[in-house]
């Protein structure tokens, strides 16, 4: 779980379960989700493609391709994107996630991904 930076220009000081941006041109979304994972939170690991979906919550309509990576190093979160972050159980995530000023997309794909089993 992380808190969005007060300086973003979207969804600024919103919880979110993901990292992540925009897929570069001749890039796969493997591609992208690690390149994410290591530019926001400081970490090299290999990701995993769970599914993609198109969310039409949030700003505006937007595909999301989202992926699960085994972390075991520290994290070393950029502050110009992560304000705050630490680990919370799969009970805990969903208690919080519509208590919270949350992130439309990554309270979507969590629900996704909890649905598919892949979270438990």
Known sequence: ????SETLSQFPGYYDVMVGGAVDVGES???????????????????RFM?????????????FGVHEAVVTEPLVPDPGEIAWQDW??????????????????????????LQSGSGS
């Open 1 to 4: 779980m992380l808190r969005r």
């Open 29 to 47: 979304y493997e591609e992208a989700a690690a390149r994410e994972l290591s530019e926001e939170l400081g970490v090299r690991v290999p990701v």
């Open 51 to 63: 599914f993609k979906f198109l969310c039409r919550e949030g700003i505006s309509p937007v595909w």
């Open 88 to 113: 919370l159980t799969e009970a805990e995530l969903c208690e919080v996630v519509d208590q919270w000023l949350f992130v439309p997309g990554g309270r979507e794909a969590l629900r996704r991904y």
